[in-house]
């Protein structure tokens, strides 16, 4: 009876929340599923010109590549860094926190616009290293796949540091002392004790950067420039440009497909539940 | 303030086989009586299984150390000298700094001032990877990504053992814990007890000369914990390595121990034999904090002979000087005087009596407000003739009961 009643509660309780996501999500992607399979009526048009058209896939390919490059960049600059506010004081451990959340607030533009400033070729980073010597010539830092992987590295970064950090926090500092204590050098610790039960974290962190990178827009369109395009800019040309409704659904249905592909090879992997916080 | 007893003989730096441990120092203010072997216990060395009767260095031996931290002193002059193959257990409430003190020996922590030494060797530089012990935690620490038998085997790839080598010292560490054929669990399969028996195996499996336990048993229910604890000194028993324990439960430590270290506010009390802290607690505090006692205020008439509450109590051991003291009194050393018996005898009023299983608690007034508990084994003999609780009654100390420490250093 008392869980029956419970029951009935949870279900209550849940009842805005499907609501929402019913209203919102599942039937407005329903009917982006509708519209790509129509044109002038059921046709396959918009998908068989998926692969008809090189385009496509070379803006597959190059999205899947710099959200490779970003997810790696983000690792490299995440991991450590994490592992170094793991070891400050309580304080400077929440004033590295805040230099990590405050660019997470503010507006995604402003960021891609700050990048903009630094990374043009008459930009502080160029001329810089001109002055310095080091550089003859301006770098492309812009306007390629450079430009988008540094600013969305920086963009996304905190989507790495924020599970990753947690989880180290996480790791039972008894475990750690009692692998020193037990003959573990601090190289050997690391890597057989801390590392792998950082891993759940890190891989939170990189599935999450990955994802959102694949489905990223504005920092491609401004630092990409007009070379790099995205299947974020695909979709939108696809309506701006050619008003084709069908043709850009047919993109968003095979780049939900391709995340969800995603989330499943790495369920085979680890558990999600395990990794998102769940248990 | 007056030295605790024993601590200043058994921490002097001579070297000295385990049945002089306790011998007297007869410092310039020991006022106090020598307890070779402890009046009615066992020699210190009697337990030890092995190692205890060479002249080598000490296994462990810490000199004058001292551990703030920021303005609160945990450690104050701490030495403590442990003999080859000695089961020591650092006893102490929370805040005294036993588990300081661990993490010292441990190397967790470096002292502020002070020294540590493993034998002959001055270690209180060396991190603790390279100081060779075995370590037990509260929590087992055991690490939850690894099977049981990589678990137990951490300790011998950390030490770059060969392959077959780790399988057969894995295998004979979990036979001796009771744990054959458990190797390919996972950790999260494994009872609370089963996972104290992983993290034992995990300590021992490389046979080091040190073995630390910080309150490995507390995390198991009362059963469990006295079943532990006599597998973990059956275990010592075997094995010889120098054991330091570090609890908070004072009958843990009695069972245990060789020695014990009793810890008050950064400071060792005493250090003795089980038999000695129980029977003749340095000061209030041991008295206080090991055993069921209450302390209560007398007057020293002389040497040996003290006055509660207007009867004159004989003292078999030397009463200290001071005009604070206060007289040890356990419950279970109480008895009802016979018809006549004045020697070592007061009157007391029963105030309750409490039913407790095996023996039978009463409460009872001595008179200016002070009461004692007096504690009976709950028998057919004695059941009838029991007072009554507002009844009179007369009760007896033994002189070598009554024993006499300086008052005001309760808690």
């Known amino acids: ?279 | 303030m007056r030295q605790p007893i024993l601590s200043d003989v058994v921490q002097g730096p001579a070297p000295h086989s385990g049945l002089t441990l306790l011998r007297s120092g007869a410092g310039p203010d020991d006022t106090r009586p020598s307890f070779p072997d402890g009046p009615h216990g066992l020699a210190v060395g009697e337990r030890a299984s092995t190692g205890m009767t060479n002249a080598q260095p000490h296994a462990i031996c810490v000199r004058a150390a001292c551990k703030r931290f920021g303005t609160s002193v945990v450690l104050d002059d701490v030495s403590l000298d442990v003999a080859d193959g000695e089961f020591v257990t650092l006893l102490g409430p929370s805040g005294s700094g036993k588990t300081t003190l661990l993490n010292i020996i441990a190397g967790f922590t470096a002292p502020d001032a002070g020294s540590v030494h493993f034998g002959a060797e001055d270690v209180t530089r060396v991190p603790p990877h390279k100081r060779g012990i075995g370590i037990v935690f509260q929590n087992y620490a055991l690490f939850p990504h690894m099977s049981v038998a990589d678990n137990v085997a951490f300790p011998l790839k950390a030490r770059g053992v060969a392959g077959g080598e780790i399988a057969d010292q894995v295998a004979w560490a979990l036979s001796l814990v009771k744990l054959d054929g458990y190797g390919g669990r996972r950790i999260d399969q494994l009872s609370g007890g089963q996972r104290q028996r992983v993290a034992l195996a995990r300590a021992i499996v490389f046979r080091p000369k040190l073995i630390l336990m910080d309150e490995p048993l507390s995390a198991l229910d009362k059963q469990l914990r006295e079943h532990m604890q006599i597998e973990i000194r059956t275990l010592h028993e075997r094995l010889g390595a120098t054991t330091i324990y570090v609890t908070h439960d004072q009958r843990e430590a009695l069972t245990m121990s060789n020695r014990i270290a009793v810890l008050n506010k950064g400071r060792i009390a005493q250090f003795a034999a089980p038999e000695t802290v129980y029977n003749y607690p340095a000061d209030a505090f041991v008295a206080d904090f090991i055993g069921e006692a209450a302390l209560v205020p007398v007057e020293r008439v002389d040497e040996s002979s003290v006055r509660l509450e207007g009867t004159v109590l004989r003292c078999a051991q030397p009463v200290p000087q001071g005009d604070k003291l206060a007289l040890v009194v356990r419950s279970e050393k109480l008895r009802l005087a016979r018809d006549g018996e004045d020697e070592n005898a007061f009157p007391v009023t029963v105030r309750s009596r409490m039913f407790q299983g095996e023996s039978q608690l009463m409460v009872v007034e001595i008179g200016g407000g002070l009461s004692l508990t007096f504690r009976l084994p709950t028998h057919v003999d004695t059941d009838g003739s029991l007072p009554q609780p507002g009844q009179q009654a007369k009760l007896s100390l033994h002189p070598e009961h009554a024993f006499v420490v300086p008052a005001g250093q309760a808690p």
């Not at chain 1, 590549?65 to 790696?72: C, D, E, F, K, N």
């Not at chain 1, 960049?73 to 309580?90: D, H, I, R």
Request: hydrophobic residues 55%.
């Open chain 1, 1 to 279: 009876m008392a869980s029956e009643r419970s029951g009935r509660a949870h279900v209550l309780l849940l009842l805005p929340g499907l609501l929402v996501v019913g209203a919102l999500l599942l039937l407005p992607l329903l009917w982006l599923l509708a519209l790509s399979f129509y044109d002038n009526g059921l046709s396959l048009v918009h998908y068989t010109r998926l692969f008809e058209d090189p385009s496509y896939a070379k803006s597959f390919l190059l999205t899947f590549q710099i959200a490779g490059a970003v997810t790696l960049t983000a690792v490299l600059l995440g991991y450590p860094l994490c592992y170094w506010m793991l070891g400050l004081s309580p304080t400077w451990q929440r004033v590295a926190f805040i230099c990590v959340l405050i660019p997470f607030w503010t507006s995604l533009l402003v960021r891609t616009y700050a990048w903009l400033v630094l990374l043009q070729r008459r930009g502080l980073v160029n001329t810089t290293l001109q002055d310095l010597g080091v550089l003859s010539e301006p770098l492309a830092l812009m306007y390629n796949a450079t430009g988008t992987t540094i600013g969305m590295a920086h963009i996304l970064l905190p989507f790495l540091v924020l599970p990753l950090f947690a989880t180290m926090q996480g790791i039972d500092r008894d475990l750690l002392r009692a692998a020193a204590a037990l003959g573990g050098s601090p190289r050997f610790v690391f890597w057989r004790v801390f590392f792998p039960l950082s891993l759940p974290g890190l891989t939170a962190g990189a599935l999450l950067v990955f994802v959102l990178s694949i489905g990223y827009y504005v920092t491609p369109q401004l630092l990409g420039g007009g070379s790099t395009v995205m299947i974020g800019q695909l979709i939108q040309r696809n309506i701006e440009l050619f008003s084709s409704w069908g043709a850009a659904s047919a993109v968003s249905m095979v780049l939900l497909a391709m995340v969800m592909g995603v989330f499943l090879v790495m369920s085979r992997f680890l558990s999600l539940d395990r990794v998102f916080g769940a248990r």
